[in-house]
Each structure stands twice: as structure tokens, then as C-alpha cells.
């Protein structure tokens, strides 16, 4: 069955600069970049025994890319906490992962123009495997400090319970 849009005027793409990351049930701050959700099916090749010029292809397993978050240096601790969940070093022997939450679930939304949000993926199974508190530092450089995670997760869906808003119209003044 063909899924109608609700806004029927809408043409355009959705722009890549409105969007944010929530996790813990909370809007993470400050966020500039996420890198693309993406995924990969392998190809199993295999090939029948009477047929010798001929390769039969399968899906294999799915593996999900990894996702890159970052944001302006500034004294919230979020990413720092998170990557020191996976490996808090010099903590003492028996404490230097926190097995119990060192994952996390996290949701990337999408907005319209309007502010409206129009595209919302679930990220499952999160995880922080690089942490970099500060780039490189420069002082003839003219530019924003960055911090960046990356994160491995197992996989992402898309929210449909989020749809297509209806966007609001300009009336012309009385």
C-alpha cells in the first residue's frame, strides 16, 4: 500500500543542518556533525557444481558504521562521562568498565525549516570506541575548538510513529 504525504505541497529535500541527538532521554548539547547512518550487507558468492561460469549471490550479515559525533569544546562533561564508561583508567583493578551502562540508545532527529520535526532514527546498543577531548591546538589558527566520539552501535530504525508534519502557511496581514 503506497504511503501518502500529508503535506502534498512539499518538493524539496529536508536540509542536513537542523537536526539533534538525544540520549538518556535528554537533548545532548551543542552538537555540530553527525556522520551518516549507514549499513552494509556482505555478498556471499557461491556457485552450483554443473554450472562452472555462473555465481549465485546471497545476502550475508549486516554491519552497521559506526556513528561520529562532534561539538564545540565547552566544560559539559557528556562525552567525557560516556567514553570513561567503556574504560575509566587508573580506577583500581575489577572497576575500570562499567559493564552495567557503558551502552546507550540514542534517537537522531530530523527537523523541517519550520522547526517541526519531520525524520526521527532509534540508534541501539551505542557504545563510545573513540574519544577526543581537544584537536590539535594552534595559535595561528582562526577556528573552533572541536571534540569528537565515535560510537559502534548495532543497528538503527526508523521512528514511524514520527510523520510528516503539516507545515505552517504565512497569512497576509488584514
Not at 125 to 140: I, K, M, T, Y
Request: with cysteine; net charge negative; proline share 4%.
Amino acid at each position: 500500500m503506497a504511503q501518502f504525504s500529508v503535506n502534498a505541497q512539499r518538493f524539496d529535500p529536508y536540509k542536513n543542518f537542523k537536526f539533534r541527538v538525544k540520549w538518556d532521554g535528554r537533548y545532548v548539547a551543542g552538537i555540530s556533525k553527525v556522520s551518516a547512518l549507514k549499513h552494509t550487507t556482505e555478498v556471499v558468492e557461491h556457485r552450483e557444481g554443473g554450472d562452472p561460469s555462473t555465481s549465485r549471490k546471497s545476502p550475508g550479515r549486516r554491519r552497521y558504521e559506526a556513528l561520529t559525533l562532534e561539538r564545540g569544546v565547552t566544560h559539559d562533561t557528556e562525552f567525557e562521562k560516556w567514553a570513561n564508561k567503556v574504560w575509566n583508567f587508573g580506577s583500581g583493578l575489577g572497576a575500570e568498565s562499567s559493564l552495567a551502562d557503558f551502552r546507550k540508545d540514542l534517537i537522531v532527529e530530523v527537523y523541517n525549516e519550520a522547526g517541526q520535526l519531520a525524520i526521527a532514527y532509534r540508534v541501539f546498543r551505542c557504545w563510545v570506541s573513540e574519544f577526543q577531548a581537544l584537536p590539535e591546538l594552534d595559535a595561528n589558527a582562526n577556528a573552533v575548538a572541536i571534540q569528537t566520539i565515535k560510537i559502534e552501535n548495532e543497528g538503527w530504525e526508523r521512528d514511524y510513529d514520527v510523520t510528516e508534519p503539516s507545515e505552517p502557511r504565512f497569512t497576509e496581514p488584514a
